[in-house]
């Protein structure tokens, strides 16, 4: 599944990187990649210090009771 724009706490998600988030350890969901819905340019696998952006989707992957958990702050 992927998620548009999300937010965490009140807070963008945009202008942090993932290692900021700490997605994984607070929510136990992978991003497998990050696609740039302006220029379609995905990155698979994104290394920690990948900084994302407005345009960005976040493509997440866990189990599905931790991927509902997470959407409820998309």
């Not at 994984?24 to 379609?40: G, K, P, Y």
């Amino acid at each position: 599944q992927h998620f548009d724009q999300p937010r965490w706490e009140g807070e963008s998600f945009v202008g942090k990187t993932l290692a900021d988030l700490k997605v994984r350890q607070r929510f136990n969901v992978h991003v497998i990649a990050v696609q740039d819905v302006l220029t379609s340019k995905v990155s698979v696998v994104p290394p920690p210090d990948a900084v994302i952006r407005d345009s960005d989707v976040l493509v997440v992957l866990g189990a599905t009771a931790d991927l509902e958990r997470f959407q409820k702050i998309s």
